[in-house]
Each structure stands twice: as C-alpha cells, then as structure tokens.
C-alpha cells in the first residue's frame, strides 16, 4: 500500500513530503505520529486522508515565530525610519539647490504610507502575542 507522509508548517503549507510502502493502513498511521514531533504531519493513503497529527507542545511554536516576526517587523520600522530621514535631507539639498521637489516629496509620501502599513503590521503581531499569552 503507497502512502505518504507530509509535514504541515502552521498555515498548513507543506513543509516536507515522504512517500512510503506500508503493509495496511495502521503502519502509515504509526509511522504518522512518530514524524509529528516537532510539526503537524497528515497521512495519506491514495486520495484518502487518514489522519492529522498535532506535536505535543503546539503552542511553543507560533509563539516564536510571532516573537520573529515582532523582530523583522521592528527592522523593517528602523528601516523605514532611515529611509524616512535620508529623503527629508534629499528634499532639504534640493530646496538649497532651488530644484523641483515635486518627486521627492512624492517618494517621501510613499516611504511614509508604507512605514504606517508597517506600524499596523507590528501592532497586529503585539495584539496576537498578548492575546496568546494571556
């Protein structure tokens, strides 16, 4: 009997696939939970889905991947930040210069409108970590 084995990430996206040769059904299920250690495994037969298992310890993982997240999301605020700061001076040359500041007040709408998306990105990532560990 061909089965196989797939490793799920938390949104449900396949991390890993393992075809496998089991005698029955019960095999691929034994098989199944012994993979589900530290991610989600499903195990399929053919078309048919036998079973779903879960690790132990689910809620350590989407924790930390929040925590990276909260991380990535803070670096890109800095970025953005910097980003931010360097056109303002960009503008503040061009003035001197008595130049066009039509489309460098443009760029800096757009890197102020992409640092409050990602301001909301953070504050959903803070909401989501307090509401699981509270």
């Given at each position: 009997m061909r089965c196989h084995i797939f490793t799920l990430d938390d949104c449900g996206g396949i991390l890993n696939a393992q075809?496998?040769?089991c005698i029955n059904a019960e095999e691929?299920?034994?098989l199944g939970s012994a993979a589900a250690a530290v991610d989600p495994v499903e195990v399929w037969c053919g078309p048919r889905r036998l079973a779903r298992f879960e690790p132990e310890r689910r809620q350590e993982r989407p924790?930390?991947?929040l925590h990276e997240l909260l991380i990535v999301a803070e670096r890109r605020l800095r970025e953005g930040e910097q980003h931010i700061s360097q056109q303002e001076m960009v503008i503040a040359r061009l003035k001197r210069e008595e130049r066009d500041l039509a489309l460098a007040f443009s760029i800096l709408d757009a890197l102020i409108e992409?640092?409050?998306?990602q301001l909301e990105e953070r504050a959903l990532i803070v909401a989501e970590l307090e509401k699981r560990s509270g």
């Open positions: 075809e496998i040769d691929a299920l034994q924790i930390s991947r992409s640092q409050k998306a």
